[in-house]
């Protein structure tokens, strides 16, 4: 099920599907190891950003950002 | 020759630049620690080049200051040596790519980190990865120093890559290089992992977070205190006083050239004995400030910040407080010249070009200027203040932390644009290392020595020549009305705003010897911190923000000191306070 990534639960695993907004929006989450593919799991969400792990990294993102970041639930 | 280190944001480049050149450089566990490049001579085991440190970068296409700045280093280099954090292989090795295609130049590729990929459960094959990417590939510790003599002849023999990366299946390439190399191993969840949790994740989170603000402070002020009433009261009592005495008997009996002398270097000292924080000459006044009430506190704060940065707490701290500086404007990173702020306001202006937004640096100036005073003025509060008691102090704390929130408030609705949004790597916890503390420590504590020294001996001077020449009661004759109506200080205060544009710490001094009244001096010590940055924070903020928006930035603190520090006295003398 296709859901943005403020939806998806806490230490959900989940495989990023699209990416909307700018391309220098994407590149930013690209360099950052973010693109379409690439497998995430939740680690935070409940006052501010959205912090995300992908591989060994943790990225927080911007609740304004994860919402254009939809992911399929794995 | 000119080689290049050049990798992700906070994979240990500095680090690693300090150890080749023996230059001293700040370095610290957040990515963005340096924002412009530094340079240094590698001249060591037969090699003699110059070395330059980009500031970090994920990719050759540049989506911040920071980035243009690392690609035109890239350009211009001779030799690139690509720094690739071995705990983040994956992401780490974009940039590697980036690299590859666009330059055919010699390259090498470090491993840092590598004492934290056992622990971490990972394998890297290095002679397979040297095989796959065609260049020479040198695992290194930076902190420890291991690895080091193996890069250097790597450099000395580095060649360009033979691989051929095409921009569309970058990743694919990468994966399957990854892949081949690379073995993850699993292991137990760590107590280091917990910490990682708990530090993020509310409630905990916050619980972790105020408790460590709380013991911060606590830790600073037992420090700077202890230092104060056991190391450098004493000194300054049984060694110097003797030596002061001797030289203020000498003057006195040497006339009016004598008298000249003894005002400028030795100052007021009635019945035979000093009073450091009162007499205010050179010797006296001049020296005891900076050494004795501001450096106990200037090293206690960096002593604590250093292990907080090199902890990685920073990152953590700018999750948590991103709602608040989204209201100011600003996303959570702004915590970073925030708390630099807190120990001097010039390297919190510096790091102002973490923010690419020019309405985001302007709020993010405005505030540091207005509401963060640098570690020597609190220093001098709690001096002054505080011996009537930490309340008071607290009450200057307070009215700085509301007046930072109202106009910060003010700015973002009023200034055209959106608040931007954070997008941040979170650097893992690391231990921090005794000697690499202590290093970064001794640079600070070097360079206030040698900055702040110099500027308070001038601002001691400047005081005794503006009391000495009558040009004080000019300059009180025309700000008068807003000094004494608005503000409810003497005319004489004026002097502590003048010489408050080259030290803040010396014109919180100056409000001593004035004998103001309780409430004059919380208003006194609230407006000196508010009312204009000191010239060395200025001059930086002009660089950084052009004239015209100084100069727009420069009304606003004026205006906020007048309204902020007029509402103080209105409130203190309505409460009562005298």
């Known amino acids: ?74 | 020759m000119n080689v290049l280190l050049v990798g992700n944001p906070n994979v240990g480049k500095s680090v690693l630049f300090s150890r080749l050149t023996g230059a001293r450089v700040i370095a610290s566990n957040y990515p963005g620690s340096t924002v412009s490049m530094m340079s240094g001579r590698l001249h060591q085991r037969g090699i003699d080049a110059d070395l330059v440190d980009a500031p970090g970068t994920y990719t050759l296409y540049p989506t911040n200051k920071a980035e243009e700045v690392a690609i035109k280093l890239v350009e211009e280099a001779d030799i690139v040596v690509n720094v690739v954090d071995s705990t983040s292989l994956e992401r780490n090795l974009s940039l590697t790519m980036d690299i590859i295609a666009a330059v055919k130049k010699p390259l090498v590729v470090v491993l840092s980190m590598w004492d934290e990929t056992s622990h971490r459960g990972i394998e890297i094959d290095v002679s397979r990865l040297q095989e796959l990417l065609g260049v020479r590939v040198v695992p290194v510790c930076g902190l420890t120093g291991e690895g080091i003599k193996e890069l250097i002849s790597a450099v000395k023999k580095a060649g360009p890559s033979s691989l051929k990366v095409k921009k569309e299946d970058k990743w694919c390439l990468i994966g399957s290089i990854v892949e081949k190399v690379q073995k993850l191993h699993h292991r137990h969840h760590t107590f280091r992992d917990l910490l990682t949790e708990a530090s993020i994740r509310p409630p905990w989170a916050y619980g972790i977070a105020l408790l460590s603000v709380f013991f911060s402070f606590k830790v600073i002020r037992f420090i700077g205190e202890g230092l104060i009433s056991r190391v450098c009261d004493p000194l300054f009592n049984n060694f110097y006083t003797p030596l002061i005495m001797k030289l203020s008997a000498f003057f006195q009996s040497g006339g009016p050239v004598g008298s000249f002398f003894h005002k400028i270097l030795i100052g007021n000292i009635s019945s035979g004995e000093i009073d450091y924080s009162l007499a205010f000459g050179l010797l006296t006044t001049g020296l005891y400030v900076p050494l004795a009430m501001v450096l106990p506190y200037v090293f206690s704060f960096y002593l604590v910040l250093g292990f907080l940065e090199d902890l990685g707490y920073l990152p953590r701290l700018a999750i948590l407080t991103d709602r608040v500086f989204h209201k100011l404007g600003l996303h959570g990173y702004a915590i970073v010249p925030t708390v630099l702020g807190l120990g001097c306001n010039v390297p919190g202006a510096l790091s102002l070009r973490l923010f690419e937004e020019k309405r985001e640096k302007f709020i993010a100036a405005t505030l540091l200027a207005v509401a963060i005073p640098c570690m020597a003025q609190t220093a001098m509060i709690i001096g002054i203040l505080g011996r009537f008691g930490g309340q008071y102090v607290s009450i200057v704390f307070f009215s700085l932390f509301c007046i930072w929130l109202v106009l910060g408030n003010l700015l973002n609705r009023f200034l055209k644009g959106e608040s931007p949004e954070i997008l941040l790597e979170i650097p893992p916890y690391r231990k921090p290392v005794w000697h690499a503390l202590l290093k970064k420590l001794w640079m600070r504590i070097h360079w206030f020595i040698m900055e702040a020294i110099p500027f308070v001996l001038l601002g001691v001077l400047i005081v005794n020549l503006l009391y000495f020449s009558h040009i004080i009661e000019f300059v009180s004759w025309i700000f008068a009305p807003v000094i004494e109506k608005i503000w409810g200080l003497p005319q004489t205060a004026v002097g502590a705003l003048v010489v408050g544009f080259l030290r803040k710490d010396v014109a919180v001094g100056m409000l001593r010897p004035m004998g103001l009244s309780l409430r004059q001096l919380i208003v006194g010590s609230t407006v000196l911190a508010v009312y204009f940055p000191c010239v060395a924070t200025f001059i930086v903020l002009i660089r950084e923000l052009g004239v015209k928006d100084m100069f727009k930035s420069a009304l606003i603190m004026i205006s906020t000191a007048l309204l902020a520090g007029g509402l103080l006295n209105f409130i203190l003398t309505a409460l009562g306070i005298e």
């Open chain 1, 1 to 74: 099920m296709m859901m943005s990534l403020i939806e998806l639960k806490n230490n959900r695993p989940a495989r990023v599907v699209a990416i909307s907004g700018g391309r220098g929006f994407a590149a930013r989450l690209e360099s950052l190891g973010v693109r379409v593919g690439s497998s995430i799991v939740k680690v935070s969400h409940a006052y501010g950003p959205v912090v995300v792990k992908v591989g060994s990294v943790q990225i927080a993102i911007g609740r304004g950002m994860a919402a254009r970041i939809k992911v399929n639930e794995q």
